[in-house]
C-alpha cells in the first residue's frame, strides 16, 4: 500500500483532540463494537408497535415478523425507507434554493441572477422562448415550470425528469412504470406504502427504491443544480487548497459546514464586507473555509479553501483555531456542540429543521438573509477576540487542488482542442484506450474505512489502470487532501495512456502541467453533473448512458442520501461499487435482486467490495466489459 498523506493528517487531528482529553467518533464506535448484527443484515423491523422484530437468517428462529412479513420484504421495507430519507433531504435542498429564486426574482430575497448562460441554456431544454426578453423573465418562466412540479395532481410525467433526462431511458423506466410526476406525493406514497400493513412484496418494494431513486436524481440534484447555478454562477476551473492547514492562527476561522450555498453564499458576501471589522479586531483577515458539501460548493464556485470532510468535523473543532462553525442543513453532527463548547467557539445552527443542544441558533432565511449572515460574521469576529492570544494546535497539513470542474468548463476546455466537436478527442481517447473509463468516486467519509484509506487506494488503483475519476462530496474532499488534485499526482499515479491524456488537456488549459487525474466536479447534489458529461458522452456516441465504460462507487457510505443517489445511477444503468454492505444481506432474494438480476432489468449491478484493491480491480474488469461490448 503507498503511503498517503491522509492517514497522516487523521493521526495528527487525532492526536490533538486526545492530546486534549476528547474522545472522538472511534472512540464512540469502538465502545459499542460489535454494532447489532440484525441492523447490519437489515433483518429488524420497528414500524409497527407487535415489534420490534428481528430475523436470524442463519439460525432457528423465527423467519417471519409477527405480522408474516418476509425477511426480503423486510429488508427491501427498510432500504425504501432509506431511499426515502435521502431523496427528501435532496429534494427539500432543491424546493429551498427553487423558493429562494422565486423571491429573488420577486425582489422579495437580496439574491442576484449570475448565471445567465444557464438560463439560456435551460430555455432551450425546456422551449421557453428567449428573443427580446429580458433574463429575469425568462428565469420566471423557468421557475414557474419548477413549481409546477412541485403542486402538480394530474400524474402527467415530471418536467425536470422528462425534459432533462435522455429519451432512451425514459422509454425503459416508463415500461417499469418509474417515471413519476409530483416528488413530493412519491414521498408520501413510498411513506404510506412501508407503514405496517401495506406493501409486502419484495419486488414492488425494490422497483419502489429505483423510482424514489429516480426522484432524487432528477429533481433533488440536477433541478437543484441548475438553479443554484442560476443564482450563483455555473463554476469555472479554479485553484484551491484543502486540509486543516488551511486555517490560520492569526485569522478569524469562519467555517461554513452544510449543504445549501443559500447561506454560505452570503457568509461569503458579509465575511468580505466585515474585513475591516476583523483587522480592528487584531485579525490578519477573515479566513472562510468549507467543511463538507458547503465546502465544495465554495470552493467549485469561488476557490474558497477545503478544511474538512464529515469525519473531520468535531477534529477541527479540537485544533481550537476555529472561531465559528455555522451550519445549515445535513451530514451536522450533535457532537460539534460538545466540542465547540470547550473551546468558546462560536457553533452556529440557522435552519428551523436543524436545532442542537447548546448550538447558538441565528435564524437564517432568504427574505432577511444579509441581516443574519451579517450577525453570523460578527459572532465570528467576536470569537476571534476571545481566542486571540491563546494557544491553538493546527497540523500543518495540506494541499493545493483544482475545483471547479463543471460540464460547462470541461466543454470549454475540450473546445480548445476541437472547437467544432468537444467530445470527440475525450471519445477518441476513450476508443483507443488511452482513456480505459470512467468512475465517478462519491459520497462520505466514514470512520469505518479512514484507516485502510479505502477511497484515496482505491482511486490510485484505478488511475494506474488509466481510468478517469470524476469526483463529488467528501471523497471529493479525501482525494484534494491526499494530493490527487494535482499535475503532480498525474505524473505520480496516472497508466502512460492517461497521462498522454491529461498532459494534452493541460496544455490546452494553460496549465504547467497535466490536468490532474481527479476531476472535482462538486457537492453531493453535483453528482447530476457527472450525469450530464455521462450523458452529453453517450448522446454524442448515440449509446445508452449504461453502455459507456463507466462505473459509480461510494467507497465509505455514510449517509441514507449516498443510497438514493447510488440508485440514481443504477437506473441509468451505471454500476454501481459500494463499501459496506447495504442492510440488505438478511434477504437472500433482494441480494440476489441486486448483485445480479438487475443486471436483466436496467443493465446495471451492485458490488460490495470491501478492500481497494477488489473494488478498483472489479470496475476495471466491469469496464472492460463494456468496452468489449461497444467493440473497442
Ligand atoms: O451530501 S458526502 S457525509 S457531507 S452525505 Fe454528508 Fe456524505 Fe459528506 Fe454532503 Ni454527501
Same mark, same amino acid.
Given at each position: 500500500?503507498?503511503?498517503?498523506?491522509?492517514?497522516?493528517?487523521?493521526?495528527?487531528?487525532?492526536?490533538?483532540?486526545?492530546?486534549?482529553?476528547?474522545?472522538?467518533?472511534?472512540?464512540?464506535?469502538?465502545?459499542?463494537?460489535?454494532?447489532?448484527?440484525?441492523?447490519?443484515?437489515?433483518?429488524?423491523?420497528?414500524?409497527?408497535?407487535?415489534?420490534?422484530?428481528?430475523?436470524?437468517?442463519?439460525?432457528?428462529?423465527?423467519?417471519?415478523?409477527?405480522?408474516?412479513?418476509?425477511?426480503?420484504?423486510?429488508?427491501?421495507?427498510?432500504?425504501?425507507?432509506?431511499?426515502?430519507?435521502?431523496?427528501?433531504?435532496?429534494?427539500?435542498?432543491?424546493?429551498?434554493?427553487?423558493?429562494?429564486?422565486?423571491? %429573488?426574482?420577486?425582489?422579495?430575497?437580496?439574491?442576484?441572477?449570475?448565471?445567465?448562460?444557464?438560463?439560456?441554456?435551460?430555455?432551450?431544454?425546456?422551449?421557453?422562448?428567449?428573443?427580446?426578453?429580458?433574463?429575469?423573465?425568462?428565469?420566471?418562466?423557468?421557475?414557474?415550470?419548477?413549481?409546477?412540479?412541485?403542486?402538480?395532481?394530474?400524474?402527467?410525467?415530471?418536467?425536470?425528469?422528462?425534459?432533462?433526462?435522455?429519451?432512451?431511458?425514459?422509454?425503459?423506466?416508463?415500461?417499469?412504470?418509474?417515471?413519476?410526476?409530483?416528488?413530493?406525493?412519491?414521498?408520501?406514497?413510498?411513506?404510506?406504502?412501508?407503514?405496517?400493513?401495506?406493501?409486502?412484496?419484495?419486488?414492488?418494494?425494490?422497483?419502489?427504491?429505483?423510482?424514489?431513486?429516480?426522484?432524487?436524481?432528477?429533481?433533488?440534484?440536477?433541478?437543484?443544480?441548475?438553479?443554484?447555478?442560476?443564482?450563483?454562477?455555473?463554476?469555472?476551473?479554479?485553484?484551491?487548497?484543502? %486540509?486543516?492547514? !488551511?486555517?490560520?492562527?492569526?485569522?478569524?476561522?469562519?467555517?461554513?459546514?452544510?449543504?445549501?450555498?443559500?447561506?454560505?453564499?452570503?457568509?461569503?458576501?458579509?465575511?468580505?464586507?466585515?474585513?475591516?471589522?476583523?483587522?480592528?479586531?487584531?485579525?490578519?483577515?477573515?479566513?472562510? !473555509?468549507?467543511?463538507?458539501?458547503?465546502?465544495?460548493?465554495?470552493?467549485?464556485?469561488?476557490?474558497?479553501?477545503?478544511?474538512?470532510?464529515?469525519?473531520?468535523?468535531?477534529?477541527?473543532?479540537?485544533?481550537?483555531?476555529?472561531?465559528?462553525?455555522?451550519?445549515?442543513?445535513?451530514?451536522?453532527?450533535?457532537?460539534?456542540?460538545?466540542?465547540?463548547?470547550?473551546?468558546? #467557539?462560536?457553533?452556529?445552527? #440557522?435552519?428551523?429543521?436543524?436545532?442542537?443542544?447548546?448550538?447558538?441558533?441565528?435564524?437564517?432565511?432568504?427574505?432577511?438573509?444579509?441581516?443574519?449572515?451579517?450577525?453570523?460574521?460578527?459572532?465570528?469576529?467576536?470569537?476571534?477576540?476571545?481566542?486571540?492570544?491563546?494557544?491553538?494546535?493546527?497540523?500543518?497539513?495540506?494541499?493545493?487542488?483544482?475545483?471547479?470542474?463543471?460540464?460547462?468548463?470541461?466543454?470549454?476546455?475540450?473546445?480548445?482542442?476541437?472547437?467544432?466537436?468537444?467530445?470527440?478527442?475525450?471519445?477518441?481517447?476513450?476508443?483507443?484506450?488511452?482513456?480505459?473509463?470512467?468512475?465517478?468516486?462519491?459520497?462520505?467519509?466514514?470512520?469505518?474505512?479512514?484507516?485502510?484509506?479505502?477511497?484515496?487506494?482505491?482511486?490510485?488503483?484505478?488511475?494506474?489502470?488509466?481510468?478517469?475519476?470524476?469526483?463529488? =462530496?467528501?471523497?471529493?474532499?479525501?482525494?484534494?487532501?491526499?494530493?490527487?488534485?494535482?499535475?503532480?499526482?498525474?505524473?505520480?499515479?496516472?497508466?502512460?495512456?492517461?497521462?498522454?491524456?491529461?498532459?494534452?488537456?493541460?496544455?490546452?488549459?494553460?496549465?504547467? =502541467?497535466?490536468?490532474?487525474?481527479?476531476?472535482?466536479?462538486?457537492?453531493?447534489?453535483?453528482?447530476?453533473?457527472?450525469?450530464?458529461?455521462?450523458?452529453?458522452?453517450?448522446?454524442?456516441?448515440?449509446?445508452? !448512458?449504461?453502455?459507456?465504460? %463507466?462505473?459509480?462507487?461510494?467507497?465509505?457510505?455514510?449517509?441514507?442520501?449516498?443510497?438514493?443517489?447510488?440508485?440514481?445511477?443504477?437506473?441509468?444503468?451505471?454500476?454501481?461499487?459500494?463499501?459496506?454492505?447495504?442492510?440488505?444481506?438478511?434477504?437472500?432474494?433482494?441480494?440476489?435482486?441486486?448483485?445480479?438480476?438487475?443486471?436483466?432489468?436496467?443493465?446495471?449491478?451492485?458490488?460490495?467490495?470491501?478492500?481497494?484493491?477488489?473494488?478498483?480491480?472489479?470496475?476495471?474488469?466491469?469496464?472492460?466489459?463494456?468496452?468489449?461490448?461497444?467493440?473497442?
Amino acid at each position: 500500500m503507498d503511503n498517503t498523506i491522509l492517514p497522516v493528517i487523521e493521526t495528527a487531528l487525532l492526536k490533538v483532540a486526545h492530546d486534549k482529553g476528547f474522545a472522538t467518533a472511534r472512540d464512540r464506535l469502538e465502545v459499542m463494537s460489535p454494532q447489532c448484527g440484525f441492523g447490519e443484515l437489515g433483518t429488524c423491523c420497528r414500524i409497527c408497535y407487535m415489534g420490534p422484530c428481528r430475523i436470524d437468517p442463519f439460525g432457528n428462529g423465527p423467519k417471519t415478523g409477527v405480522c408474516g412479513l418476509s425477511p426480503d420484504a423486510m429488508v427491501a421495507r427498510n432500504l425504501l425507507r432509506d431511499t426515502v430519507g435521502g431523496t427528501a433531504s435532496h429534494v427539500g435542498h432543491a424546493r429551498h434554493v427553487l423558493l429562494t429564486l422565486r423571491d %429573488a426574482l420577486n425582489g422579495k430575497a437580496p439574491y442576484q441572477i449570475k448565471g445567465v448562460s444557464k438560463v439560456m441554456a435551460l430555455a432551450k431544454t425546456f422551449g421557453v422562448p428567449t428573443e427580446g426578453r429580458e433574463v429575469n423573465d425568462i428565469c420566471r418562466d423557468l421557475v414557474n415550470i419548477a413549481l409546477e412540479d412541485f403542486g402538480r395532481q394530474d400524474e402527467q410525467p415530471n418536467n425536470w425528469l422528462s425534459k432533462r433526462a435522455p429519451a432512451a431511458e425514459q422509454a425503459l423506466w416508463s415500461d417499469l412504470g418509474l417515471m413519476y410526476s409530483n416528488p413530493h406525493n412519491e414521498i408520501e406514497t413510498a411513506m404510506h406504502a412501508t407503514s405496517m400493513g401495506n406493501d409486502a412484496d419484495p419486488v414492488s418494494l425494490m422497483l419502489r427504491v429505483l423510482k424514489m431513486s429516480l426522484i432524487d436524481g432528477w429533481t433533488g440534484l440536477t433541478l437543484c443544480v441548475d438553479l443554484q447555478d442560476i443564482l450563483f454562477g455555473v463554476p469555472e476551473i479554479a485553484v484551491t487548497e484543502a %486540509a486543516v492547514g !488551511v486555517l490560520e492562527e492569526n485569522s478569524v476561522n469562519l467555517a461554513a459546514h452544510g449543504h445549501n450555498p443559500v447561506l454560505s453564499e452570503k457568509i461569503l458576501e458579509w465575511a468580505e464586507k466585515l474585513e475591516g471589522e476583523a483587522l480592528a479586531a487584531g485579525a490578519e483577515r477573515i479566513n472562510v !473555509v468549507g467543511v463538507c458539501c458547503t465546502g465544495n460548493e465554495l470552493s467549485m464556485r469561488h476557490g474558497v479553501k477545503l478544511a474538512a470532510h464529515n469525519s473531520q468535523t468535531e477534529l477541527i473543532l479540537a485544533t481550537g483555531a476555529v472561531d465559528a462553525m455555522v451550519v445549515d442543513i445535513q451530514c451536522i453532527w450533535p457532537q460539534l456542540a460538545q466540542v465547540a463548547k470547550c473551546f468558546d #467557539t462560536a457553533f452556529i445552527t #440557522t435552519d428551523a429543521m436543524v436545532r442542537i443542544p447548546d448550538a447558538r441558533h441565528i435564524p437564517f432565511e432568504p427574505h432577511h438573509a444579509d441581516e443574519s449572515a451579517r450577525e453570523i460574521v460578527q459572532a465570528a469576529i467576536d470569537a476571534f477576540r476571545r481566542r486571540r492570544g491563546k494557544p491553538v494546535d493546527i497540523p500543518q497539513h495540506k494541499s493545493t487542488a483544482v475545483a471547479g470542474l463543471s460540464v460547462e468548463a470541461i466543454i470549454d476546455l475540450l473546445s480548445k482542442l476541437d472547437a467544432e466537436d468537444p467530445l470527440k478527442p475525450v471519445l477518441d481517447n476513450v476508443a483507443n484506450g488511452n482513456l480505459f473509463g470512467f468512475v465517478g468516486v462519491v459520497g462520505c467519509s466514514s470512520i469505518k474505512f479512514r484507516d485502510n484509506a479505502m477511497t484515496e487506494e482505491m482511486v490510485k488503483h484505478l488511475l494506474r489502470q488509466n481510468v478517469l475519476v470524476l469526483t463529488t =462530496g467528501c471523497t471529493a474532499h479525501i482525494c484534494a487532501q491526499d494530493g490527487l488534485m494535482t499535475s503532480e499526482a498525474t505524473y505520480r499515479y496516472c497508466g502512460d495512456g492517461l497521462k498522454a491524456v491529461l498532459e494534452v488537456l493541460g496544455k490546452a488549459a494553460g496549465l504547467d =502541467g497535466p490536468l490532474p487525474p481527479v476531476w472535482h466536479m462538486g457537492a453531493c447534489v453535483d453528482n447530476s453533473r457527472i450525469v450530464d458529461l455521462m450523458v452529453a458522452l453517450a448522446e454524442r456516441l448515440g449509446v445508452k !448512458v449504461g453502455q459507456l465504460p %463507466a462505473v459509480g462507487s461510494a467507497p465509505e457510505l455514510v449517509q441514507e442520501k449516498a443510497v438514493s443517489i447510488g440508485g440514481s445511477f443504477l437506473a441509468l444503468g451505471v454500476s454501481c461499487h459500494i463499501a459496506p454492505a447495504p442492510r440488505i444481506l438478511g434477504g437472500p432474494m433482494v441480494t440476489k435482486l441486486l448483485t445480479e438480476d438487475l443486471q436483466e432489468l436496467i443493465g446495471a449491478v451492485v458490488r460490495v467490495e470491501l478492500e481497494p484493491k477488489g473494488a478498483a480491480d472489479w470496475m476495471v474488469a466491469h469496464i472492460a466489459e463494456k468496452r468489449a461490448a461497444l467493440g473497442i
